[in-house]
């Protein structure tokens, strides 16, 4: 009798469903190392109960190590805002590099060098929130609480979980530039799945999060040279995040991130929890760039944004193989030829490397 019991139990055990806390989110002092690649065709939308996903077939392509840092030895400004004399609610626990601000891709119509950009986080028993962010501008760092602070993740985290997170920062660059962005975004969560998912690493019994990002910033600057700055709304495509969470490592084994143009998803970044691999050190190294290109989705001409004497260019297909190699002194490339599809454009310039995916209509 004891012997059935056993055996009837044992499976209910191996596949139920994990609780996350707050002690499954980095803090100060940890580390996360994660690997990033590419696959237009990556499946991001399957997802249930007890599901099983599948990425034991990744191939990365670079690798960067995630650092949650303490707030000793911040300057003064810092300490002040999010250190231990700040109100309870902005006391940061850890800030960390992060690419979410579209004020740095906007860098080349700014008179200033905008770079270095840092989110401050608070966790609690019941959430894990953007509470500021810092920027460098001419190498000067300005730190900023957000007036609206947004709650990434609301815990504790089980299937079938849904909350809303509203953020609102007002960054105003005086009296370095006369510059105000605002950031205004609602984050949108559900846990709409649980099971185990499969990595190059391992196997783990995971949580999978959808977040549905809406932003819509507002820019205060001179762009017309007029001498008189006015404001430009900036709405930006809608963002969606898809995140696999564990017990134990510290930042999710997988994240998927999609643009929403005209109800089609593109993917636009995979990132994974990756064991540490020597050989992509050299990757890591090269002078990655930030461009863009339009129209996407494009028909005959890409533009590529970005101010060259040279590009050399590769244009390469969903399934990795290259389909041309050339080189041009305008950065616009003509694409009439290729099918209707999603591409990834690779470049060199005299600036660095860029990568940038575009679909062809």
């Not at 986080?121 to 509470?131: E, G, L, P, R, Y």
């Not at 005209?262 to 990132?271: A, Q």
């Not at 305008?330 to 599809?341: A, E, F, M, Q, V």
């Amino acid at each position: 009798m004891r012997f059935l019991l056993a055996l009837l139990i044992l499976p209910t055990i191996g596949f139920a469903q994990i609780t996350v806390t707050e002690a499954d989110f980095g803090n100060a002092g940890d580390t996360a190392r994660m690997s990033s690649t590419t696959d237009f065709t990556v499946d991001y939308t399957s997802t249930g109960t007890n599901f099983s996903w599948d990425y034991s077939s990744f191939l990365a392509e670079s690798q960067t190590l995630l650092q949650f840092n303490g707030m000793s030895g911040v300057s003064p400004l810092v300490e002040f805002l999010f250190g231990s004399f700040a109100p309870s609610t902005y006391q940061a626990d850890y800030f960390a590099e992060f690419d979410d601000l579209p004020i740095d891709q906007l860098d080349q119509l700014l008179p200033v060098y905008i770079s270095n950009l840092l989110q401050f986080t608070k966790i609690t028993a019941d959430s894990v929130s953007s509470i500021g962010i810092s920027i460098d501008v001419d190498g000067n760092q300005i730190p900023f609480r957000s007036d609206l602070i947004e709650k990434r993740y609301a815990l504790p985290m089980n299937f079938g979980d849904s909350w809303t997170g509203v953020g609102f920062t007002e960054m105003d660059l005086n009296p370095f530039a006369d510059i105000i962005w605002r950031q205004n975004r609602t984050r949108t969560s559900v846990v709409d799945g649980w099971g185990t998912i499969t990595l190059p690493m391992g196997t783990f019994d995971v949580l999978r999060v959808k977040h549905t990002i809406e932003e819509n910033d507002s820019l205060y600057q001179d762009l017309l040279g007029t001498g008189n700055p006015s404001w430009f709304g900036l709405d930006l495509p809608t963002a969606h995040i898809y995140e696999w969470i564990t017990n134990g490592e510290k930042e999710v084994v997988l994240r998927i991130e999609t643009s929403e143009i005209g109800g089609f998803e593109t993917v636009t970044n995979i990132e994974y929890r990756d064991t540490y691999d020597p050989l992509l050190a050299s990757v890591n190294n090269l002078n990655w760039i930030e461009a863009s290109v339009y129209p996407n989705p494009a028909s005959n001409e890409l533009h590529v944004d970005i101010e060259t004497t040279r590009l050399d260019y590769s244009l390469v297909d969903v399934n990795g193989a290259i389909l041309r190699i050339g080189s041009l002194s305008k950065p616009t490339i003509d694409i009439s030829n290729l099918t209707p599809g999603q591409y990834i454009l690779l470049g060199q310039t005299d600036q660095g490397t860029l990568r940038v995916p575009f679909i062809k209509e």
